[in-house]
């Protein structure tokens, strides 16, 4: 089967190279001319663990390409994927359909055979509908369906999500549609992977309303551990007996400095906005959007109590500025609030992160990046874990805490213990939603 993949970015990126390890042909079409002569030297312009191997293989199987040009990739395609960014739209909190119908159209004019146009974007309920208008629009003589395919895979883990999914999403309109769809996914089906065929609206529903659950259940966790802090009840303990209960389940029930990332703060300001244009508000993810931006203030208050309400003049070592480990995905990391207010009230901020370098530079202004934890926490007053990179799991804290002018403790991730930190010699500790410790300085 020929496969044609719009948009090679984390989501394009990673589907076509599991696309073409199931035995398909594929090609990836991308606008960015760096990104496809990287992508043509073997070189994989994201970190996602083992993508470089599993695309290398493929390419060297004969059966992955990479091209500028759309018309070539769809030549013979009997699928054409639509992995396009969907960023919410400036001032709205729309997702912006831009690349999106740019692409159909795109597809459109280049198109001359049957094909199934398939949006693997995540896109607000009717955008299928609206891609076939697009499409019969542009080229009325063109036989063709549309199915919705969103996709679930995390980044960090993206090709284990992507080969075992917990399920596939197929929203057609027909049988024909779903039997390309089919073939698409064979290998998955064949393995006995569930896959949920529906149609185009409720396809599209899913994937704003499970983003949305699970953003919910982070933020859930958030607040509750904002109370615990309060009443003295430990999180960690509140969350692994609430996780216990099947109904509940333990994942996403970590807190944290609040949810970030490529995903979830767009796709809940989108669910926001497709709620109040139909009349329907959407008031639980409407607050979960507001509280998650309160959990973030907290986490700067936090630091602030850590360094006796004053940021000037405070040397501050952050650990971790991605929204997550195991990517180098800067978008809408907490650390883009928490790093400014730091340097905005005049600390010395310097940072480390074992992939967030090469986004993050430009995007952190006014701070000194350095190799390590312990390069970082020389001379500081305060050391911050932000990213929970299994780096940052075991560190010495000893060492650290040597290597400081005054060893205190922000951790954001809950990773370490009050007995652990104070065993390794630190004034003071803060985590989320458990009990710190702070002893007065001699
Ligand atoms: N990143 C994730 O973890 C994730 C997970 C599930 C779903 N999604 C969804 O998948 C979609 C893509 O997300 P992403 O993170 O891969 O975005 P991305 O920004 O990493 O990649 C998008 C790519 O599309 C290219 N592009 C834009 N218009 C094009 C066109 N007309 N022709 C060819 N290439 C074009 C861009 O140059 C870019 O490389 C979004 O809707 C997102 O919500 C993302």
Same mark, same amino acid.
């Given at each position: 089967?020929?496969?044609?993949?719009?948009?090679?970015?984390?989501?394009?990126?990673?589907?076509?190279?599991?696309?073409?390890?199931?035995?398909?042909?594929?090609?990836?079409?991308?606008?960015?001319?760096?990104?496809?002569?990287?992508?043509?030297?073997?070189?994989?312009?994201?970190?996602?663990?083992?993508?470089?191997?599993?695309?290398?293989?493929?390419?060297?199987?004969?059966?992955?390409?990479?091209?500028?040009?759309?018309?070539?990739?769809?030549?013979?395609?009997?699928?054409?994927? *639509?992995? &396009?960014?969907?960023?919410?739209?400036?001032?709205?909190?729309?997702?912006?359909?831009?690349?999106?119908?740019?692409?159909?159209?795109?597809?459109?004019?280049?198109?001359?055979?049957?094909?199934?146009?398939? @949006?693997?974007?995540?896109?607000?309920?009717?955008?299928?509908?609206?891609?076939?208008?697009?499409?019969?629009?542009?080229?009325?003589?063109?036989?063709?369906?549309?199915?919705?395919?969103?996709?679930?895979?995390?980044?960090?883990?993206?090709?284990?999500?992507?080969?075992?999914?917990?399920?596939? &999403?197929?929203?057609?309109?027909?049988?024909?549609?779903?039997? &390309?769809?089919?073939?698409?996914?064979? #290998?998955?089906?064949?393995?006995?992977?569930?896959?949920?065929?529906?149609?185009?609206?409720?396809?599209?529903?899913?994937?704003?309303?499970?983003?949305?659950?699970?953003?919910?259940?982070?933020?859930?966790?958030?607040? *509750?551990?904002?109370?615990?802090?309060?009443?003295?009840?430990?999180?960690?303990?509140?969350?692994?007996?609430?996780?216990?209960?099947?109904?509940?389940?333990?994942?996403?029930?970590?807190?944290?400095?609040?949810?970030?990332?490529?995903?979830? #703060?767009?796709?809940?300001?989108?669910?926001?906005? *497709?709620?109040?244009?139909?009349?329907?508000?959407?008031?639980? @993810?409407?607050?979960?959007?507001?509280?998650?931006?309160?959990?973030?203030?907290?986490?700067?208050?936090?630091?602030?109590?850590?360094?006796?309400?004053?940021?000037?003049?405070?040397? *501050?070592? &952050?650990?971790?500025?991605?929204?997550?480990?195991?990517?180098?995905?800067?978008?809408?990391?907490?650390?883009?609030?928490?790093?400014?207010?730091?340097?905005?009230?005049?600390?010395?901020?310097?940072?480390?992160?074992?992939?967030?370098?090469?986004?993050?530079?430009?995007?952190?202004?006014?701070?000194?990046?350095?190799?390590?934890?312990?390069?970082?926490?020389?001379?500081?007053?305060?050391?911050?874990?932000?990213?929970?990179?299994?780096?940052?799991?075991?560190?010495?804290?000893?060492?650290?805490?040597?290597?400081?002018?005054?060893?205190?403790?922000?951790?954001?991730?809950?990773?370490?213990?009050?007995?652990?930190?104070?065993?390794?010699?630190?004034?003071?500790?803060?985590?989320?939603?458990?009990?710190?410790?702070?002893?007065?300085?001699?």
């Amino acid at each position: 089967m020929k496969i044609a993949m719009i948009g090679t970015g984390y989501v394009g990126l990673v589907s076509g190279v599991c696309f073409s390890d199931f035995g398909h042909e594929v090609i990836c079409v991308d606008k960015d001319p760096a990104k496809i002569e990287m992508l043509e030297r073997g070189e994989v312009p994201i970190y996602e663990p083992g993508l470089d191997q599993l695309m290398a293989k493929n390419v060297e199987a004969g059966r992955l390409s990479f091209t500028l040009d759309l018309a070539e990739a769809i030549d013979g395609a009997q699928a054409v994927f *639509i992995a &396009v960014g969907t960023p919410t739209r400036r001032g709205d909190g729309h997702a912006d359909l831009t690349y999106v119908m740019a692409a159909a159209q795109e597809i459109a004019r280049a198109a001359d055979h049957y094909m199934v146009i398939v @949006t693997k974007s995540t896109v607000p309920v009717g955008t299928n509908r609206q891609v076939k208008q697009t499409v019969r629009k542009a080229n009325p003589q063109l036989e063709f369906d549309v199915a919705s395919n969103p996709e679930f895979l995390r980044e960090g883990a993206a090709i284990e999500d992507f080969m075992k999914p917990d399920r596939v &999403v197929v929203g057609v309109q027909n049988d024909r549609a779903s039997e &390309v769809m089919a073939e698409v996914y064979r #290998p998955l089906y064949l393995r006995e992977f569930p896959i949920v065929t529906t149609d185009l609206e409720s396809a599209e529903m899913i994937k704003y309303a499970a983003n949305a659950f699970l953003a919910t259940k982070i933020t859930f966790i958030n607040e *509750i551990a904002a109370l615990c802090e309060r009443v003295g009840a430990d999180v960690k303990q509140v969350s692994r007996g609430m996780g216990m209960d099947g109904r509940i389940g333990n994942k996403f029930l970590h807190a944290g400095p609040g949810y970030g990332g490529s995903c979830f #703060p767009k796709d809940t300001k989108a669910l926001a906005r *497709i709620g109040q244009d139909h009349s329907i508000p959407m008031h639980i @993810t409407e607050t979960v959007i507001s509280v998650n931006e309160e959990v973030k203030r907290r986490m700067v208050n936090k630091l602030l109590d850590l360094c006796e309400g004053n940021f000037n003049g405070k040397t *501050i070592a &952050v650990l971790g500025v991605t929204f997550k480990p195991n990517t180098d995905d800067m978008r809408d990391a907490p650390s883009l609030t928490l790093i400014p207010a730091l340097v905005g009230g005049g600390a010395k901020v310097r940072v480390t992160d074992p992939q967030g370098r090469h986004e993050g530079e430009a995007l952190l202004p006014g701070v000194h990046w350095v190799e390590d934890a312990y390069k970082a926490a020389r001379g500081a007053d305060l050391l911050v874990i932000l990213t929970e990179w299994n780096e940052f799991r075991a560190l010495d804290l000893k060492k650290l805490a040597r290597k400081m002018a005054t060893p205190r403790l922000a951790d954001l991730r809950n990773i370490y213990t009050v007995r652990d930190v104070k065993r390794a010699g630190f004034l003071a500790y803060e985590s989320v939603g458990r009990a710190g410790f702070k002893k007065t300085q001699d």
